[in-house]
Structures are given as structure tokens and as C-alpha cells.
């Protein structure tokens, strides 16, 4: 063994021994309420595909005729010559969509929240988090060399004390909108006042929102009905209710011209194959016109935590299709998991560093292509665990 692959082990020998290993599973089938793995057919729980889209045959459809039109790479990044049409068609009805005046495409929310936050702060600036933020968002901000601190989880007080004590230049409150692994609200009237109130921009990350919340789907901001003025920096995800790939930030046209122009996770990587923007415009037709997805989703969370609660399991106060269960020990986490799996049921099973140290968690998820019966199903074996005794 070389020297490095002996350091190495070590760090993985330990990383098992801390309960905090991670495999990956081979899923035989395609996106949808149950999966085919190792031979097995298990019901998902686990897949952020909210709206039941990524297998929806208008969408693949779509991919398939764009891909016999446009090939399937774009082959430049959208500053050289992979900017098509499709693209330039898909910003501009996400900007309809969000009722911003323009959006921009990027090829993941990772490289979306990077991005934009590091085209928007740097050194002699703050950026204010919250503590539970996305990685992809921490990950930003700790880039940007701006003076980079937290705040307590939706914790107004906290926000507005580090808001007081800044002279910084620019300041950029960084926010979840839905916060992924909880599935609780970001307050953004109270943030966006706040915000007002200290001459600070605020930038959200709706990744769980858009699709889900909203009229129209088009997520939190839509909900409370905020402007680009009290919201100028939107941010949302296509990978998961749009059912395809991607990521767009929308915003005004001098937010957008700078993202082009100093977004380096913009501008250095090439441009989605334009066949997923096509596939991406008939699944955003879909999204804003059959509210029945956002519907029956609320009534299927509504479903689970009626059962969940006849049962005695605790609940967060999650009215999203964000359902955790909180196991206090990292290694029960997996644990109840494995036994979950071996019922027939897949839910994600959350450790840290994910969330943090001692608030490991089933993050059980739903989506419209789940029927009630799953639902009772699921209930039925998180009952026969007798978990409520067990936490
Ligand atoms: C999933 C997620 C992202 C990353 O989006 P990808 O397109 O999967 O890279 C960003 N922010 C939040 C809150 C997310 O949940």
C-alpha cells in the first residue's frame, strides 16, 4: 500500500467506526414512487421529485425530440457558442414564471448559489447565514473571502445582531426558503425587513419551494407574494420538481448582466445539452398548470402526519413535503433505515455532517405519485418498528 492509501484507510476505518459511512445504491429503474434495487421493489420515500415529473412522458418526450434536433451536448460554455435558443426561450419564461424581469440558467443549484454569491460579495463584505443552510450556500459563502458568519436557525434576534455590528460594505443575507432537511419556512417578510431596514441584499434559495408552493408553483416567494424589490436574488432548482436538471437564478437585469460577467461557475463550465432545457420547458408547463401535483401533495403530508401522530412519533413543525423524524443517535439512524429497507421502503436516512452532530433523522419525502395507500403502508411499518418507543 502506498503511503497515501494508508492515511487513507485510516480516515475511512474511522469514518465507519463513527456510524458516518456512506455508500451509494444501484437503482435498476427510473425516478418514480417505487424503485427496483438488487431485485427488490421498494417504495420511495426518499427522492426530492415532488411533483411526480421525472418520468413523465411529455417531459422525456421532449428530450428526445430536442436531442434529435440539438444532439446532446451543448459543446461550449454559454459565453462561447453552447448558448441555443432552447436556453435563451427557457430564461425568459422563468423570468414570466417568477415575475422577475430575467433569469439565468446554471448547470446545478451547487454551482448556481457558488456563483452568485461569490459575483456579489468579497473581501471587506459580509455574508449572513443561516446556520442550516444548504452546503452548496455555506460552501459559497466561505469562498467569497467576505467576512462569513452565521445566524441561528431562523432566529431573527440573532440575524439582526450581526446585521447591527457589520460596517461592511455590501452585506448579503443568504437564506433556505423551504430548509432542506427540515422542511420548515424561512420567515422572509421578517428576513426581507430586516434586510430593508440595514441596507442589505437578501438572496433565497427556494431549491424545495419552487414547484411545490405558491399558486403557480413558483415557491415561497410567490406564497407571500414578495417582489424583486424585497427578494432580488432568487435561486431555484430543476433537479427536483421540475423532474429534470439544472438550475436558474432570477433577479433583475443588472443582477443577471453581473452574474454573466463574474460568475466564474457561470462562466467556466459548458452550457446543459439543450435537450434538458427543452425537457425543462414542457415540465415548466406542467408545473404551473396542474395545481392538482401541489394539491394532492398536501393532502398526502396532511395524511402522514395524521398517522404519524396516532402512532406517537414526533413530528417537526413541517407543513412541506419535507416530513423528518428525529432518532436521537446517528447509528439507530441507519439502523431504523435498514429495517425500513428490509419492509419495502426507502426513506433517506440523515446523519451528520448533513445536519448536525446529535439530530440524526429519517427525512422521509413525498411526492404526487404516491397513492394513500403507500402512505398508510409506510405508517404501518414505522408503526411495527414501535419507534415512539425507541427515540
Ligand atoms: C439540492 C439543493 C441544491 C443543489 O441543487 P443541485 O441542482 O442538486 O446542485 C441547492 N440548494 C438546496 C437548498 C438544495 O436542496
Redesign the pocket.
Known amino acids: 500500500m502506498t503511503s497515501m492509501d494508508a492515511i487513507l484507510q485510516a480516515q475511512l476505518h474511522q469514518r465507519r467506526e463513527d456510524h458516518l459511512y456512506r455508500t451509494r445504491l444501484n437503482v435498476a429503474s427510473g425516478c418514480a414512487s417505487t424503485l427496483t434495487v438488487e431485485g427488490h421493489s421498494l417504495i420511495n420515500f426518499c427522492s ?1 421529485d415532488y411533483l411526480g415529473l421525472a418520468g413523465h412522458a411529455d417531459i422525456s418526450q421532449a428530450l428526445k425530440q430536442a436531442a434529435d434536433q440539438f444532439g446532446t451536448g451543448s459543446g461550449a460554455s454559454h459565453l462561447v457558442s453552447g448558448h441555443s435558443v432552447v436556453h435563451q426561450e427557457l430564461e425568459e419564461q422563468l423570468a414570466e414564471f417568477t415575475g422577475r424581469p430575467r433569469a439565468l440558467l446554471f448547470s ?6 457558488i456563483g452568485a454569491i461569490n459575483a456579489l460579495v468579497g473581501r471587506r463584505d459580509l455574508v449572513l447565514q443561516d446556520q442550516l443552510n ?1 452546503a ?2 455555506l460552501d459559497g459563502g466561505r469562498l467569497s473571502q467576505a467576512d462569513f458568519k452565521r445566524y441561528k436557525h431562523v432566529d431573527m434576534a440573532s440575524l439582526e445582531q450581526r446585521l447591527e455590528q457589520s460596517s461592511a460594505e455590501r452585506k448579503l443575507i443568504v437564506t ?1 426558503g423551504v430548509f ?1 432537511m427540515d422542511g420548515n419556512l424561512a420567515p422572509l417578510d421578517e428576513i426581507s425587513a430586516l434586510a430593508a431596514q440595514h441596507n442589505a441584499w437578501l438572496m433565497v ?1 427556494d ?2 419551494g419552487v414547484g411545490v408552493l405558491g399558486q403557480q408553483g413558483a415557491g415561497l416567494v410567490e406564497q407571500l407574494n414578495m417582489n424583486v424589490e424585497q427578494v432580488p436574488v432568487l ?1 431555484g ?4 420538481s421540475f423532474g429534470t ?3 436558474f437564478v432570477a433577479g433583475s437585469e443588472a443582477l443577471i448582466e453581473t452574474l454573466i460577467q463574474y460568475s466564474r461557475s457561470y462562466i467556466y463550465t459548458t452550457a446543459l445539452p439543450p435537450a434538458i432545457a427543452a425537457a425543462t420547458l414542457a415540465s415548466l408547463k406542467i408545473v404551473r398548470q396542474e395545481s392538482w401535483r401541489r394539491d394532492k401533495l398536501v393532502q398526502l403530508v396532511a395524511r402522514f402526519r395524521r398517522g404519524a401522530k396516532q402512532i406517537g412519533l414526533q413530528l417537526a413543525e413541517s407543513h412541506t413535503p419535507i416530513q423528518p423524524v428525529l432518532i436521537n443517535s446517528d447509528e439507530k439512524v441507519m439502523q431504523v433505515g435498514q429495517q425500513l429497507r428490509g419492509a419495502g421502503f426507502l426513506v433517506g436516512a440523515i446523519r451528520p455532517p448533513t445536519v448536525p452532530v446529535g439530530t440524526g433523522r429519517l427525512r422521509i419525502t413525498f411526492s404526487a405519485d404516491h397513492s394513500e395507500e403507500q402512505v398508510d403502508q409506510l405508517i404501518a411499518a414505522l408503526d411495527s418498528l414501535n419507534l415512539a418507543a425507541a427515540i
Open positions: 426530492n446545478t443549484g451547487y454551482m448556481a448559489n444548504h452548496s450556500l433556505d432542506s434559495d431549491a424545495h435561486v432548482t430543476l433537479g427536483k436538471f439544472g438550475a
